[in-house]
C-alpha cells in the first residue's frame, strides 16, 4: 500500500484558511484515487470529500462546499485541501487516505480505504 503523512494542520482564526497536503510514498500515486476525512473529538470520522486518480472529478460533504476545494499533483504524488472561510465546527483531525480504484464515487466511506495517514490537527478558534 501506499504510505501516507498529511501536513499543514494548525490554529486559525474562523474565517480563516489554511492548506493541508497530503505525501504519499512507497507505491506509484497516479492510480489511488484520495479522500479526506475528519474527525472531532467525541464524534466518529465523517468523510470530507474525494478526488478521483486523475484530479478531474471531486466531491464533498455539503457541509464544506464551497469553501473546501480537494487538488492534486501526481508528478510530485501529494493532494491537497485547501479550506477557506474556516468555522470553528471544522475542528478536527483531518486524514488523508488513499484507494486503488479509477472508479468515481460521491461518497466513500473509512471502508472504502486501504491506506490512511496518522491525521494533521485544524482548530479554529472563534
Known amino acids: 500500500q501506499v504510505q501516507l503523512v498529511e501536513s499543514g494542520g494548525g490554529l486559525v482564526q474562523a474565517g480563516g484558511s489554511l492548506r493541508l497536503s497530503c505525501a504519499a510514498s512507497g507505491r506509484t500515486f497516479s492510480p489511488y484515487g484520495m479522500g479526506w476525512f475528519r474527525q472531532a473529538p467525541g464524534k466518529e470520522r465523517e468523510f470530507v470529500g474525494y478526488?478521483?486518480?486523475?484530479?478531474?472529478?471531486?466531491s464533498y460533504t455539503d457541509s464544506v462546499k464551497g469553501r473546501f476545494t480537494i487538488s492534486r499533483d501526481n508528478a510530485k504524488n501529494t493532494m491537497y485541501l485547501q479550506m477557506n472561510s474556516l468555522k470553528p465546527e471544522d475542528t478536527a483531525v483531518y486524514y488523508c487516505?488513499?484507494?486503488?480504484?479509477?472508479?468515481?464515487?460521491?461518497?466513500?466511506?473509512?471502508?472504502?480505504?486501504?491506506?490512511w495517514g496518522q491525521g494533521t490537527q485544524v482548530t479554529v478558534s472563534s
Open positions: 478526488i478521483d486518480w486523475s484530479g478531474a472529478r471531486t
Open positions: 487516505a488513499g484507494r486503488r480504484s479509477s472508479s468515481f464515487s460521491y461518497y466513500l466511506t473509512e471502508a472504502d480505504f486501504a491506506s
